[in-house]
């Protein structure tokens, strides 16, 4: 098992990775920075957005704006700072004019994501909206209205983790109705993370050895004796 500093050293690398990453030619002409994601490397809890806004690209940091605010007051509220927690985006570069993410572009970028969740091993990850919600439960049809507030356990990439699906803070900043039912669904992140961590998945067996049943063994060493008495050839080796 990895130490708290061996897995903060193999994030930084990760972050150096993406920082550089150019899989995505036109989010990578176009970005002023990577912003990769930012707070404690150990957290206990792990906020997962869509994309950079503009804010987000010039600072190279998730959740600067007004909603990045609101999630500020709202950690508040439960006796949390934003350094106690993890806050990252799927993607981690700006879509050009804050468009959607192109399915492209969220394969090309997942990886950064999983190993995010690999190496921070957080206990509750918190989708923020919609599009964050619905690719990590892997639903593209099952939306934030019905799931909001509704903790269950996931499989994401290597690891197992309470998925706690909320109201984007953006969408609460549009619709003021909404900020009673974020704040509620805030409330009840303290008793999640006192819960005990989800069971983590078998890592992958190694295949089995194959062991040649006697016939096997005959026919290989006929073969060996086949390929000892043929003259020796040249194979274009110089």
Same mark, same amino acid.
């Given at each position: 098992m990895r130490s708290v500093e061996q897995r903060r050293d193999e994030l930084k690398a990760v972050y150096r990775e993406a920082s550089g990453c150019t899989r995505c030619p036109q989010l990578a002409a176009t970005r002023q920075t990577v912003a990769f994601g930012s707070g404690t490397a150990d957290a206990d809890l792990m906020f997962v957005g869509e994309a950079p806004g503009a804010n987000e690209d010039k600072q190279g940091v998730p959740f600067v704006g007004q909603a990045g605010k609101l999630l500020d007051q709202l950690l508040g509220e439960i006796g949390l700072t934003r350094a106690d927690v993890f806050v990252v985006n799927v =993607?981690?570069? &700006? %879509?050009?004019?804050?468009?959607? %993410? =192109? %399915?492209q572009e969220i394969d090309n970028c997942q990886d950064y994501l999983f190993r995010q969740l690999e190496l921070i091993e957080p206990?509750?990850?918190?989708?923020?909206?919609?599009?964050?919600t619905k690719l990590l439960r892997k639903d593209p049809s099952t939306g934030i209205t019905k799931l909001h507030g509704r903790e269950e356990e996931r499989v994401i990439g290597p690891r197992a983790?309470?998925?706690? *699906?909320?109201?984007?803070?953006?969408?609460?900043?549009? !619709? &003021?109705?909404?900020?009673? !039912? =974020?704040?509620? /669904?805030?409330? &009840?992140? *303290?008793?999640?993370?006192?819960? /005990?961590?989800?069971?983590q998945p078998e890592p992958p067996r190694e295949p089995e050895p194959v062991v040649p049943v *006697?016939?096997?063994?005959?026919?290989?060493?006929?073969? &060996?004796?086949?390929?000892?008495?043929? %003259?020796? !050839?040249?194979?274009? =080796?110089?």
């Open positions: =993607l981690k570069c &700006r %879509p050009p004019g804050n468009r959607d %993410p =192109l %399915p206990r509750v990850v918190c989708t923020l909206g919609n599009f964050a983790v309470r998925l706690y *699906p909320i109201y984007h803070p953006a969408a609460a900043l549009y !619709t &003021r109705s909404l900020l009673d !039912t =974020l704040r509620a /669904d805030f409330s &009840r992140l *303290p008793e999640l993370l006192a819960l /005990d961590p989800p069971a *006697p016939e096997q063994v005959e026919e290989i060493e006929a073969a &060996r004796v086949i390929e000892h008495e043929a %003259p020796e !050839t040249q194979l274009g =080796l110089f």
